[in-house]
């Protein structure tokens, strides 16, 4: 007679439950990662594009300030989930950043100044990892998490600080000139209250860059405030006395 079976315990059902759980877990925490890496390679390549159409701008215009939409004239095509941004687009002080909308994902930059002697080729080389070519673009020389540097000053990078407070400048610069066109408005209809429509018919012109709010349009209590558009960037203030505060 075969014996029998006693069946599984609560405890030793609980166990296998515990385990497969673990596992489940640390599958999905690898998956995440990889897919992090994965949307950070593709949003490097993008700005190492990104940074060759600046490139090529400033062969043509070495004078002219690089706008968003220049860099598209000059061939660039963005990745569907990545998001270039110009932080200033002088030759001598170029920034670019770059970051995937995938959550969890790093925002990178590259700056200036601009060598305009690339004659159109790709100034910073290849990107290794998933959705790159392939080949190493590491140098002796260049600091450690970065990419090859072939142009004086470009590097493709995490956003460190000064790059991070370059973004906030721009945020307050931008603040600064809405404030100036709500100024033009009271002058004109001192009883009146801004919208963000209204600060552009009065010569605001916002770049795209910045995320601009009016929180209060009346002109004793006015208070406008903006944000550079990638994560973690500061928040600023301006209130009617022309008075910058972040947070």
């Known amino acids: 007679m075969p014996p029998l079976h006693r069946g599984y315990t609560l405890i030793e059902i609980l166990i296998v439950l515990t385990i497969l759980g673990g596992l489940v877990a640390i599958a999905s925490l690898i998956y995440s990662e990889y897919r992090i890496k994965a949307s950070e390679t593709v949003a490097q390549e993008d700005l190492r594009q990104a940074y060759t159409s600046a490139v090529n701008f400033f062969n043509d215009s070495p004078r002219s300030v690089l706008t968003r939409g220049d ?133 605001y012109r916002p770049s795209g860059e910045v995320n601009l709010w009016v929180i209060n349009g009346a002109q004793a209590t006015l208070e406008l405030s903006a944000t550079f558009n990638i994560p973690g960037a500061s928040n600023f203030k301006i209130d009617s006395a022309g008075a910058i505060r972040e947070g």
């Open 71 to 203: 860099l598209d004239k000059y061939g660039f095509r963005s990745s569907p989930r990545t998001e270039i941004r110009v932080v200033d687009g002088r030759l001598d002080r170029l920034l670019l950043v770059a970051r995937s909308t995938h959550p969890g994902s790093r925002v990178f930059m590259v700056e200036g100044p601009v060598s305009v002697l690339a004659g159109g080729k790709d100034p910073l080389g290849p990107v290794d990892g998933p959705g790159g070519s392939g080949h190493s673009s590491s140098s002796p020389g260049a600091p450690e998490g970065t990419q090859d540097k072939t142009v004086a000053g470009a590097w493709i990078q995490p956003l460190n600080k000064s790059g991070r407070d370059r973004c906030n400048e721009k945020a307050k610069t931008e603040l600064i000139e809405a404030f100036g066109a709500a100024q033009k408005f009271f002058q004109a209809d001192p009883g009146g209250s801004i919208t963000k429509d209204i600060l552009i018919n009065f010569g």
